[in-house]
């Protein structure tokens, strides 16, 4: 966690990427008393039931593969 003054994030804002580069917990202050924080964006981790809700979803194929690819073949000549 880091703490900076009001003036030095008004003077850091032109340069957001330098002044959070470090991905931590950043702590405002004004004349010494905390007046914001800012946190890091947390990267979105899909989930197990995400992935299982979306196999779910789609559709099984119900003809074996050697069929469809037989029947492909027999298409081109």
């Excluded at 002044?19 to 946190?39: H, K, M, N, S």
């Excluded at 299982?52 to 037989?70: G, K, N, Y």
């Amino acid at each position: 966690m880091r703490t900076i003054t009001i003036r030095q994030a008004r003077e850091g804002l032109s340069h957001p990427e330098q002044l959070f580069a470090d991905g931590d917990e950043v702590i405002v202050t004004r004349r010494g008393e905390p007046i914001a924080r800012i946190l890091p964006i947390a990267p979105a981790k899909p989930s197990l039931s995400t992935l299982r809700d979306f196999l779910a979803s789609q559709p099984m194929q119900t003809i074996p593969s050697e069929v469809v690819l037989a029947e492909d073949r027999e298409e081109r000549w």
